[in-house]
C-alpha cells in the first residue's frame, strides 16, 4: 500500500516565502541555472533578512515550489502564500530577490519578464517601485 503524499503547506514563513520568490524566478523559464542556485545560495547567506535561515532550507522550499506548481493554480497559490506571509516592506524585499535571480545569468528570458510582471501584479508592487528594483538588480550585474 503506498503512503498518502505529504501534503503542501498552507502558510510560508516570511524567510521561506522570500526563497520561494527566488525558486519561483529560476524555474519560471523551465529550469534552474547554476547561476541562478549560486546566487539563491549567496543571497541566503549575506542578507540581513535571512539571519537564521540556513541554505541547505532553500532544498526544503524547492521541494514545497515544486510541488505546489504540480497543481493547476499552483503559481498563483504561491504567489498568495509570499504575499501572506510578508508585511508590504517585504514584499519589495521579495520583488528585488526575484529580479537578482532573473539577472544573475544575463538577460531576463520572456518567461522571466512574464513572470515578473504577474509577480509584481501579485505582491502590489507599484509599477515605478518595480522599475527601480528591476534597473538596479540588472546594474549590479553589469560585465566590464
Known amino acids: 500500500m503506498d503512503a498518502a503524499p505529504t501534503p503542501l503547506p498552507t502558510r510560508f514563513t516570511a524567510q521561506e516565502a522570500l526563497v520561494c520568490a527566488m525558486v519561483l524566478m529560476g524555474v519560471s523559464d523551465r529550469g534552474m541555472t547554476d547561476a541562478e542556485l549560486a546566487a539563491m545560495s549567496r543571497l541566503v547567506r549575506e542578507l540581513p533578512a535571512f539571519g537564521d535561515f540556513h541554505p541547505s532550507e532553500i532544498d526544503t522550499v524547492t521541494e514545497v515550489v515544486l510541488g505546489l506548481l504540480d497543481q493547476a493554480d ?3 497559490r504561491a504567489s498568495e502564500m509570499i504575499r501572506d506571509a510578508l ?20 538577460d531576463a528570458s520572456q518567461e522571466e519578464l512574464r513572470f515578473l510582471q504577474d ?16 534597473r538596479a538588480a540588472k546594474a549590479r550585474f553589469q560585465i566590464i
Open 87 to 106: 508585511p508590504p516592506r517585504l514584499r519589495e524585499t521579495a520583488y528585488l530577490l526575484a529580479c537578482e535571480i532573473a539577472a544573475a545569468d544575463g
Open 119 to 134: 509577480f509584481r501584479i501579485a505582491l502590489d508592487i507599484d509599477r515605478l517601485v518595480a522599475g527601480a528594483i528591476e
Open 74 to 76: 499552483g503559481l498563483d
